[in-house]
C-alpha cells in the first residue's frame, strides 16, 4: 500500500513559479515510477510528467516540456514538480501518482497505468 500527499499547491501570477511536492509512505518508493497528472474544472484528468524508478529518464506533455521539471529523491520518499513561467491555462488540480510498472513500459502517459493517487493540490494561475 502506497500513501501520497501532495503540498505545495497556490496562487500565482502568470510568469511565476510554483514548486509541488508529493510525499510517499512506502517502504520501497524506488519500485515504483511515478507521475504528476492535472484536471482542470470540466475536463479529463490528463498527464504531466513521469520519472523512473531510479530518476534517470523522464518525460513531459508538450504543453509544458521546458517549463515544468519533475524530479524524485528516494532517499527521503518524495517526488516533486517544478514549475516555472506559468501560464492561465495550467490550472488545475494536480495529482502525483505511483506505477509499479516499469517507465519503459511507454505506459506512464496513461491514469489507469497507476497503482495509487494522491489526493491533490490546487495550482491557480491569474493572468
Known amino acids: 500500500q502506497v500513501q501520497l500527499v501532495e503540498s505545495g499547491g497556490g496562487l500565482v501570477q502568470a510568469g511565476g513559479s510554483l514548486r509541488l511536492s508529493c510525499a510517499a509512505s512506502?517502504?520501497?518508493?524506488?519500485?515504483?515510477?511515478m507521475g504528476w497528472f492535472r484536471q482542470a474544472p470540466g475536463k479529463e484528468r490528463e498527464f504531466v510528467a513521469a520519472?523512473?524508478?531510479?530518476?534517470?529518464?523522464?518525460s513531459y506533455a508538450d504543453s509544458v516540456k521546458g517549463r515544468f521539471t519533475i524530479s524524485r529523491d528516494n532517499a527521503r520518499n518524495t517526488l516533486a514538480l517544478q514549475m516555472n513561467n506559468l501560464k492561465p491555462e495550467d490550472t488545475a488540480e494536480y495529482y502525483c501518482?505511483?506505477?509499479?510498472?516499469?517507465?519503459?513500459?511507454?505506459?506512464?502517459?496513461?491514469?489507469?497505468?497507476?497503482?495509487?493517487w494522491g489526493q491533490g493540490t490546487q495550482v491557480t494561475v491569474s493572468s
Open positions: 501518482a505511483a506505477t509499479s510498472l516499469s517507465y519503459y513500459s511507454g505506459r506512464l502517459y496513461y491514469t489507469d497505468t497507476y497503482d495509487y
Open positions: 512506502v517502504r520501497t518508493f524506488n519500485n515504483y515510477a
Open positions: 520519472i523512473s524508478r531510479i530518476g534517470d529518464s523522464t
